[in-house]
Antibody
Framework: QVQLQGSGPGLVKPSQTLSLTCTVS??????????WNWIRQRPGKGLEWIGH???????YYYPSLRSRVTISIDTSKSQVSLRLSSVTAADTAVYYC?????????WGQGTMVTVSS | QSVLTQPPSASGTPGQRVTISCSGS????????VTWYQQLPGAAPKLLIY???QRPSGVPDRFSGSKSGTSASLAISGLQSDDEADYHC???????????FGGGTKVTVV
C-alpha cells in the first residue's frame, strides 16, 4: 500500500525559504511510472498545483510560481522535496505531496505551513 | 482564481440527488479527462472519479461523473450525511502544462 508522508517546519518567516520533504513508502520512486507532485491549499480555498518531478529529474512548475520553486528527488531515500523561496503570507497553506500517473491518485496527509514573523 | 469554475456550495436532503458542475475551456476539460476528489473536513483529498466517469474500487455507485465539451458534472444520488464534504474537479491543462483544479464545492446535507 503506497503511502506519502510529508514533513517540515510548520512556521516560516516572511522572505525566507519554505522547505518540505515527502517520503514515499510501499512504492518505488525508481520505477519511473509516476510523477511526484506538490499541491497546496490556502485556508478556505481550492487546490493549487505547484509542480512535479519524475525520477529522471525532469520537472515542471506552475508558471506563476516558477521563479520561486525548486522540486528535487532523492531515489536512494525515496524522498521528494519542495523549496519555495521569498515566501509571504500568501504562501500560508496546507502543502500536499501526491503521486500522479494519468491522474493524481494518492495524496499525503498534508503539512500546514504558516508564514509569519 | 481557479482555472476551473465550480459553484461554491450545493445542498440537499437525505436521499436526494445533488449535481455539481465544473466548467473549463478547450485547453483543459475540452481535451482531457476529468477527475473528481472528495475532501472530508480536515483530511486530504481522496480520488472519487477518474477518466470522467470511472470509480476506483470502494467508491459507491451513488457517485457518478460525466463530461460534455468543456464542462463536467458530478452527481451524488441517495445523498447521505457522510457525503458532507468539499468536492474538487481537476484536469490537465495543455496550455499551462499543469494540473488545474476548480475552487471546490461544499456539499451540505440539510
Amino acid at each position: 500500500q503506497v503511502q506519502l508522508q510529508g514533513s517540515g517546519p510548520g512556521l516560516v518567516k516572511p522572505s525566507q525559504t519554505l522547505s518540505l520533504t515527502c517520503t514515499v513508502s510501499g512504492d518505488s520512486i525508481r520505477s519511473g511510472a509516476y510523477y511526484w507532485n506538490w499541491i497546496r491549499q490556502r485556508p478556505g480555498k481550492g487546490l493549487e498545483w505547484i509542480g512535479h518531478i519524475h525520477n529522471s529529474g525532469n520537472s515542471y512548475y506552475y508558471p506563476s510560481l516558477r521563479s520561486r520553486v525548486t522540486i528535487s528527488i532523492d531515489t536512494s531515500k525515496s524522498q521528494v522535496s519542495l523549496r519555495l523561496s521569498s515566501v509571504t503570507a500568501a504562501d500560508t497553506a496546507v502543502y500536499y505531496c501526491a503521486r500522479a500517473g494519468s491522474v493524481v491518485d494518492i495524496w499525503g496527509q498534508g503539512t500546514m505551513v504558516t508564514v509569519s514573523s | 482564481q481557479s482555472v476551473l469554475t465550480q459553484p461554491p456550495s450545493a445542498s440537499g436532503t437525505p436521499g436526494q440527488r445533488v449535481t455539481i458542475s465544473c466548467s473549463g475551456s478547450s485547453s483543459n476539460i475540452g481535451g482531457n479527462t476529468v477527475t473528481w476528489y472528495q475532501q472530508l473536513p480536515g483530511a486530504a483529498p481522496k480520488l472519487l472519479i477518474y477518466m470522467n466517469n470511472q470509480r476506483p474500487s470502494g467508491v459507491p455507485d451513488r457517485f457518478s461523473g460525466s463530461k460534455s465539451g468543456t464542462s463536467a458534472s458530478l452527481a451524488i444520488s441517495g445523498l447521505q450525511s457522510d457525503d458532507e464534504a468539499d468536492y474538487h474537479c481537476a484536469t490537465w491543462d495543455d496550455s499551462l502544462h499543469a494540473w488545474v483544479f476548480g475552487g471546490g464545492t461544499k456539499v451540505t446535507v440539510v
